[in-house]
């Protein structure tokens, strides 16, 4: 490509393709571009307590889902099984963004409910259990919102994986709240 070529690509495209490359064959970073602009550690930090508080979630609907008796509430135990499945998916897509961060996902369970922002429960009637859940999700959602507040445009990728985490976990506090009505 002769100068003036080169001169007319670089006014239709405004990105600096050819830099985009060179930067991009610097493995040193693994999946974390150069132009990555979060703070990686306070991100993976962040996202490590998220993974305890879903790992909390997962033990807490889990337990709920064994322990809750009751011929009437079987729709309530089918609730618990569902969002402890969808807690465990949440775990499992934060633990990944983890490692694109080049992190290392904290599964150390001597540790996990210290780093958790939601509470393990293990109360035996099913009415504690509804409140508590709800509670928890009452919980991640704040902390949620306050990570995504944090992180602002700075990594698009893992706020919109929060962001789509939330959602999930608003629906789970309405389910809770309906169960409570």
């Known amino acids: ?3 003036k070529q080169q001169e007319a690509a670089t006014q ?3 990105i600096d393709v050819e830099a985009i ?6 493995l040193d970073n693994g999946a974390v571009p150069p132009g990555y602009q979060g703070n990686r550690t306070e991100i993976i930090a962040m996202l490590n307590a998220a993974l305890a ?3 909390v979630c997962v033990l807490r609907y889990k337990r709920h889902y064994y322990t809750a008796a009751g011929l009437f509430n079987e729709p309530i135990k089918a609730e618990f099984l569902e969002h402890a499945q969808q807690e465990q998916d949440h775990a499992d897509q934060i633990a990944e963004r983890i490692v694109q961060l080049n992190g290392e996902p904290n599964f150390n369970p001597s540790t996990l409910a210290a780093r ?3 509470e393990y429960d293990d109360c035996t009637d099913i009415k504690g259990m509804i409140k508590s859940n709800l509670i928890a999700e009452r919980v991640a959602i704040e902390s949620y ?3 995504i507040a944090r ?3 700075t990594d698009p990728t893992t706020k919109h994986m929060l962001i789509g985490i939330m959602a999930v976990e608003e629906e789970h506090a309405d389910d809770m709240k309906d169960l409570l009505d």
């Open 12 to 14: 239709q495209d405004p």
């Open 151 to 153: 992180i602002g445009d």
């Open 53 to 55: 508080t879903e790992l």
């Open 1 to 3: 490509m002769n100068a």
């Open 21 to 26: 490359r060179q930067e991009a064959r610097k």
């Open 116 to 118: 958790s922002h939601a």
């Open 145 to 147: 919102r306050q990570m």
